[in-house]
C-alpha cells in the first residue's frame, strides 16, 4: 500500500483519535485536527512514540467557527499539495437550548454539517491532485431520528431539540455526500470517491459533555460503557481510508465491521438533497471567496467579501 496523505478532523478523542492511530501504525502522513492546542499536540506526540510514525501533523480549528474552518483548509496547503484521504469524522450533540455561534448560526447544524461542507470544498482542489481521493463523511444512525426536514427553518428555530438537531444535521451529511458525487463527475474528478459511515454506539466522549437533560444524559452514561470501544468504532473508517477493496466504490454508507447498512430514505429526494446542498453552499458561500489571515477564536482577520 503506497503512503498516503490523511486528514482526520476531530482527531484528539474517542473514534477519531483511534483511527488516527492506526492509519500512523500503517505508515501514512496523518494529519490530527484539534480545536485545543495542548491536547493536540499531546495526541500527536502519544501517536508518533507509540506506532514510531513521525509523519504526524497537527491542525487546529474550532469547527462551530466556519472562518476557522476556511483557516484551517488555508493552512493544510501551505503543507501540503495533496490530499488522499480527508475523513470529517468531528461532531457534537450539544445542549437541551439551543445555541448560536458568534457567526449566528446553530451549533449542531454547523459542526456536522456546515463545517465539514466548507472543509470538503475548499480541500477538493488538493484532493484532485490525489491519484485516487476518499472522502468519508461519518454521519450517523441517528440520521433515523431527526423527524421531517423543514427547509424554512434549517437553523431550527422553531422546532430544535438537541436530538433532532443532531438526527437532521446527520441525515443532511449523506445527502451533501451523495450530492458531491454528481459535483465531482461533472468537474471530471471520477477519481475521487465518498462513502458515509455510522460507527454505532461507541463508548468515547460523546454527548458526555453536553447537558440534553436529565433522562437523555442519565442514557447516555448508562449505555456507553456497554457499547463498542473506540478501536471498534473507528474499524469501517480505517478499512474505508485504506483499503484497496474499497478504492473505487463511491456513494455507499457503511456501518460497523465494513459492512454496508442502509440510509433510511423516507425523506429523501434528488430536490430535498439540492436544497439542502444549494443551502451549505450558500452559508458557506462567504468564506469560499476570503482569505482568512489570521484567527484566534474572538478575533478573524479577513482579505475579501466577508
Ligand atoms: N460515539 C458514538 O456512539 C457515535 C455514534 C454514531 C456516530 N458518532 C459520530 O462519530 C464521530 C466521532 O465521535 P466520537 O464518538 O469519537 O466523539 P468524541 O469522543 O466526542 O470525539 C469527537 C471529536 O470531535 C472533536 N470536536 C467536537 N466538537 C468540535 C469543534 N467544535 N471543533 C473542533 N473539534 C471538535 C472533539 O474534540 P475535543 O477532543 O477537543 O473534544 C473530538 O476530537 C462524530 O461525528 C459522531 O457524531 C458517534
Known sequence: MKSKIILITGATGGIGKE???????????????????????????????????????MLLAD??????????????????????????????????????????????????????????????????????????NVSSEMHKRGGK???KDFQLEN?????????????YLIWISRHLITEIKEKGLGHVTVNFVHPATTNTNFGLDSDKGFLANLIFRVVMPFSLTPEQGAETSIYLATSDEVEKVTGQYYGTKKKLAKVDDKYYSAENEKIVWDYCKQITGPYLDIKVLATDGNLTITEGIL
Open 159 to 171: 422546532s430544535y431539540s438537541c436530538a433532532r438537531a443532531y438526527g437532521l444535521a446527520k441525515l
Open 63 to 136: 469547527l462551530l467557527l466556519l472562518s476557522d474552518v476556511k483557516y484551517m483548509a488555508d493552512e493544510f496547503k501551505k503543507k501540503y499539495d495533496r490530499l488522499d484521504v480527508l475523513i470529517n469524522n468531528a461532531g457534537a450533540m450539544m445542549n437541551k437550548n439551543r445555541e448560536t455561534t458568534k457567526e449566528g448560526l446553530e451549533k449542531t447544524i454547523v459542526v456536522n454539517l456546515l463545517a465539514p461542507f466548507l472543509l470538503t470544498e475548499l480541500l477538493l482542489d488538493v484532493l484532485a491532485k490525489s491519484p485516487s481521493a476518499r472522502i468519508i
Open 19 to 57: 483511527t488516527a492511530r492506526a492509519l500512523a501504525r500503517q505508515g501514512h502522513t496523518v494529519v490530527i485536527h484539534g480545536r485545543n492546542k495542548v491536547k493536540t499536540q499531546q495526541v500527536c506526540e502519544e501517536i508518533k512514540s507509540e506506532t514510531g510514525n513521525i509523519k504526524v501533523d
Open 149 to 151: 426536514p423543514d427547509f
